[in-house]
């Protein structure tokens, strides 16, 4: 689907950050607390990592983690993975050590980069504790945290590059293509694991600079990004997009709505992208109105939909300019439409924004046949945004790659202006808070635990998050099981995001004449139940 994507002018993502080096070369790129690092700051600890990385024997395609909050160290870190041609493994900082054990056995990565305390969490102790072995992992560099440019082990990995000459990491990076794959971004899964979405250079650089055509990032600007580096949200349309713009990154490794307010004011900060929920809490910090906000100019949401009320209180009480509010899904390099300053509110409330010109869209029935304009159907795309696949699972991206078409499991219409709104899923993800859950995989976690025979797990709508989970859960015979139970133990085995809101001891599931659970009817259920 590719043919060399990208800005003539570079091919790859550290490319372009060596590239944004010579051309602003000693303006802010990350302000992380006390850390400041210019544009060659980051281009030459970027290779400093590359250096350290060939000393150890990496080599192109070689697939390497990277588990940690946002940070200043975080970008150089990723950058140089990539320039080394190796694949980035972001792994999500709320996962349990069994969910990162996953990930890391699946993609087989040699390295893995983490802090060893970040809030009184090391990293690789939650490691330490799955049962099984790590049977790919060579390497585990500890990464300074947050607000630092250091730890005990850092200064060590990084004179290991010393025995590398420059000239061999700045030809690792020169061979790498707009067609290679850049990074695998880990999506929810729906059949019980999640699934490795394969994305690469060039689609990545160019999907996200139309992206900015919306979103007006210019040199001189600052882009707070409390959005998680570990998903196209931070990353992509984070700090990626400021390096290519000359803008700066503020990362945020704990959202707390003070704090941003705070830097808001401070550092005169233009853009903020957000989940519905972070934007509340910026509006409703009791700080807010003490604070200088005069910057800000433009604010995007992570969210299929958004509340009227939110829009007009972005507006009116924060002085956006702009908001952006938009749909993708990682298979597309997270990107298929986006509301921007041309849309009306009505239009940022109620849709998801016009199509990209650049992505083909069909609504189609149950049969695959085209619906007319403003009916619904199942969203498919055609683009050269689609991912190359998900990471050793043939089958499943044969599934979803159609003779072309990218089947994205969304329900949709969209009208001649090529305005998208997303209606329901054919599948059973839901959103938490800006994070794809998936149900199967909640499922298959509970399921773990002795006392519970059978779990059903669907969304239901949440007044502050968007949706939440709710578990249906049957006890095994004879056994006594308490929702406290589960719900503990939910707790120790799944990121908090998965973590069902509710939980509800039943006798039986509603089933068709297969079956197979009647999820329709388990929301039923909670709709009725609602006061």
């Known amino acids: 689907m590719t043919t060399g994507e990208g800005p003539a002018r570079y091919t790859s993502i ?127 560099v500890d990464l300074p945290g947050p607000g630092s440019l250091t730890s005990p082990a850092w200064p060590g990995f990084l004179a290991r590059g010393n025995e590398i000459p420059l000239a061999d990491a700045q030809a690792r990076l020169d061979a790498i293509g707009p067609d ?76 707390d709505s003070s704090d941003i307010l705070r830097l808001v004011e401070e550092e005169g900060v233009t853009h903020i992208p957000g989940s519905p929920t972070m934007w509340w809490a910026i509006l409703d910090d009791p700080q807010r109105a003490e604070r200088d906000l005069t910057s800000l100019r433009v604010g995007m949401v992570s969210a299929a939909t958004i509340p009227e009320v939110l829009v007009h209180r972005m507006r009116d009480d924060l002085g956006l300019k702009s908001i952006i509010s938009g749909y993708g899904l990682t298979e597309n390099h997270a990107l298929v439409s986006f509301n921007g300053p041309n849309s009306t509110p009505e239009q940022v409330v109620s849709t998801v924004g016009p199509v990209m010109d650049a992505i083909e869209v069909r609504i189609v029935d149950d049969d695959g046949r085209d619906v007319p304009f403003g009916e619904t159907g199942e969203i498919w795309l055609r683009s050269f945004l689609h991912m190359n696949g998900y990471y050793d699972e043939p089958e499943a991206t044969a599934n979803t790659i159609v003779d072309g078409w990218l089947h994205t499991g969304d329900i949709g219409c969209i009208d001649a202006q090529r305005y998208l709104k997303i209606t329901d899923r054919k599948k059973d993800m839901f959103i938490m808070g800006g994070f794809n859950v998936s149900p199967a995989e909640v499922e298959r976690a509970l399921m773990e635990f002795p006392k519970i025979g059978q779990v059903s797990v669907v969304g239901m709508p949440d007044d502050y998050f968007g949706e939440v989970g709710a578990a249906f859960v049957i006890p095994k015979d004879g056994v006594e099981l308490t929702v406290e139970e589960v719900e503990a133990y939910a707790r120790a085995h799944l990121a908090n995001f998965k973590v069902p809101r509710r939980v509800i001891l039943v006798d039986s599931f509603p089933l068709n004449a297969t079956g197979k659970v009647l999820k329709t009817e388990l929301r039923k259920q909670l709709r009725e139940a609602q006061p």
């Open 14 to 140: 550290p490319g372009a950050a060596q590239e944004a080096a010579r051309r602003w070369a000693d303006g802010e790129a990350v302000i992380d607390g006390p850390v400041r690092l210019s544009f060659t700051d980051v281009a030459e600890q970027m290779l400093s990592v590359t250096r350290s990385l060939l000393a150890i024997g990496i080599e192109p395609g070689d697939r390497i983690g990277l588990w940690a909050p946002n940070s200043a160290v975080w970008i150089p870190t990723a950058l140089g993975i990539l320039a080394a041609g190796a694949w980035l493994v972001p792994l999500n900082t709320r996962f349990r050590g069994d969910e990162a054990a996953y990930v890391l056995n699946k993609t087989k990565a040699r390295v893995l980069f983490a802090p060893a305390d970040f809030l009184g969490t090391n990293y690789f102790d939650l490691l330490a504790d799955v049962p099984g072995e790590l049977a790919y992992l060579e390497h585990r």
């Open 180 to 255: 290679d794959v850049s990074d695998i971004i880990f999506t929810s899964g729906t059949t019980g694991h999640p699934k490795g979405v394969m994305l690469r250079h060039g689609a990545s650089l160019t999907g996200y600079q139309i992206l900015n055509d919306n979103y007006l990032l210019r040199p001189g600007d600052t882009h707070l990004v409390p959005t998680p580096f570990f998903h196209c949200f931070g990353y992509k349309a984070g700090w990626m997009l400021s390096l290519i713009n000359g803008a700066s990154t503020v990362p945020i490794a704990v959202f």
